[in-house]
């Protein structure tokens, strides 16, 4: 499911992605309504100054998943000095109203990320986030030539915090974080919604090493720094206790509105490697430019890293602890190929090789020091069969 699809669920599409216009005012309208209120936070009592309000319509009793117009967008707006806030011209109808803020519960980072994935609809997902969101949720009801007045209060999140420093005692700066948060059934799941790509968490190490990881719900966690990167899939991880994988890393419990610290990670400098190569196809050896490389951990298959194929064949993983791994390609393919001779020119191919698909490979990898020249070759689908991308561990 591409990720802009899912991204959309309830409001988070406008809280997250630009061009959102949530700071555009509409004209009054008199054939709709108007939802005015006020936002305060529940730990001071005081205004919320400068909140993002949002608006999110309610589902129809007993629509199916499957069934009705597309959802409407969201209307969003910002809470002035006295944490105030008006909504004009919005279609009469049922809605749910909530706040966002610094420092306060994010519904981006209560939600199951691998729970949204395995959903079909958005309606689907729109339903499972009022579900998680519901108690934060204020119910609102819209009609023409009428103001609609509420009262919302957001919650005060917890917080973790602590440095990331280089084994020579050096800051890390401008890392980035991974957080798990343990599940009622204590497995792990990822927090936040990753945007564009890139990265779920948005916060980054400062100047002297330091960070915070705010708006989180009460709970156990792990946090893991990573490496600045292209992407969060392909960036090096070190965990809570100096180690590699999550399921090793120390853990930190913190309740509702608590400042936990000393969350403290050490990045080493040496046993990192670089993990580099080719994939070619048969029979020819031309490189495959398109297709996901993964490195999985032999003992579980937990995913460690992950990257694309670059246009001519080539791959990389940088800074890769030792250990044992199993390298796999997948879902590989290539373009129309030129014909074999045919000189180069910028004219349409007239006589292209069809392209692609190839079939998942992989080889077990024993990582002691830099290995740059890996070599996958890979053997044509049977025409009209393209394999099914491998699912590893996301975790």
Not at 20 to 29: A, G, L, N, R
Not at 78 to 93: I, K, M, S, W
Not at 244 to 266: H, L, M, P, S, Y
Not at 315 to 325: D, L
């Amino acid at each position: 499911m591409p990720r802009l699809r899912w991204l959309s669920i309830l409001s988070i599409a406008c809280l997250l992605l630009a061009g959102c216009d949530k700071f555009q005012h509409k004209k009054p309208d008199p054939t709709k309504g108007v939802v005015s209120g006020v936002v305060l936070c529940a730990d001071t009592g005081k205004p919320a100054r400068f909140a993002t309000v949002t608006l999110s319509a309610a589902p129809k009793t007993g629509e199916k998943n499957d069934q009705g117009d597309p959802l409407p967008a969201a209307e969003t707006t910002v809470t002035d000095l006295d944490g105030r806030f008006r909504l004009e011209a919005v279609q009469p109808g049922h809605y749910y109203a909530f706040a966002t803020l610094e420092g306060y519960l994010d519904p981006a980072l209560v939600m199951d990320p691998d729970k949204i994935r395995s959903l079909s609809s958005d309606r689907e997902r729109h339903q499972y986030s009022i579900d998680q969101w519901k108690e934060h949720l204020t119910e609102v009801s819209v009609a023409k030539h009428r103001v609609s007045e509420v009262s919302i209060q957001i919650e005060r999140g917890a917080e973790i915090g602590g440095t990331v420093t280089f084994d020579d005692g050096a800051p890390a700066i401008g890392m980035h974080f991974q957080i798990f948060r343990k599940t009622e059934k204590n497995g792990w799941t990822d927090v936040g919604l990753p945007l564009l790509d890139t990265w779920s968490i948005h916060a980054v190490s400062d100047g002297h090493g330091r960070f915070s990881l705010t708006n989180l719900p009460a709970g156990e966690y792990t946090v893991c720094t990573l490496m600045p990167t292209d992407a969060e899939a392909a960036a090096p991880r070190i965990c809570l206790g100096g180690v590699f994988r999550r399921k090793d890393a120390a853990t930190v419990k913190v309740q509702a509105g608590e400042t936990a610290g000393g969350a403290d990670i050490e990045i080493p400098l040496s046993g990192l490697h670089t993990v580099a190569g080719t994939v070619t196809a048969l029979p020819d050896g031309h490189p495959v430019g398109h297709g996901t490389l993964r490195l999985l951990y032999a003992d579980d298959r937990e995913k460690a890293r992950e990257t694309s194929l670059l246009e001519d064949g080539t791959f990389s993983f940088e800074y890769v602890a030792e250990g044992k791994y199993i390298l796999q390609v997948n879902g590989a393919q290539d373009t129309e190929q030129k014909a074999p001779d045919q000189p180069q020119s910028d004219a349409p191919p007239s006589n292209p090789t069809p392209a692609h698909s190839y079939v998942d490979k992989e080889i077990p990898l024993t990582v002691l020091n830099d290995i740059e020249d890996i070599s996958l070759t890979l053997a044509a689908s049977a025409p009209g069969n393209v394999p099914a991308p491998a699912n590893p561990q996301n975790q």
